[in-house]
């Protein structure tokens, strides 16, 4: 199983998605397809955290002052089904590994794993 969930406008994504081998991948563009919860369990179930998989870079969580709040697990799970922008991504999944955002280190473990 490869997944790759992506936001088709953002540069970075675009950038990492040239430089990985997509053959193979199920693709899934949030904007467009938004997550299902189905999905945002599996990735749970792999991160054990919304929190990591929560995008704190997002214009809306500064605008929503969640800078400044208690957040729950929950809550940043709910907060990433309302809306995409709050999704850390890119999100790869390879059979029972999940590399969640942009940053190089994660980026050099994704292209590892794929050898």
Do not use: H, W
């Not at 994504?13 to 904007?31: A, D, Q, S, T, V």
């Not at 919304?50 to 799970?77: C, I, P, T």
């Amino acid at each position: 199983m490869k997944k790759v969930y992506f936001l088709q406008t953002c540069d970075t994504c675009k950038r990492i998605l040239k430089e990985i081998n997509l053959e193979g991948f199920e693709r899934f563009e949030i904007k467009t397809n938004p997550l299902t919860t189905s999905q945002l369990d599996e990735m749970y179930r792999l991160k054990k955290s919304y929190e990591a998989l929560f995008n704190k870079r997002a214009k809306k969580y500064k605008a929503m002052g969640l800078k400044s709040e208690l957040v729950s697990e929950q809550d940043y799970r709910q907060y990433i089904l309302d809306e995409y922008t709050f999704l850390k991504r890119p999100v790869f999944i390879i059979n029972d590994k999940i590399f969640v955002g942009n940053s190089k280190k994660e980026v050099e473990r994704l292209k590892a794993s794929l050898g």
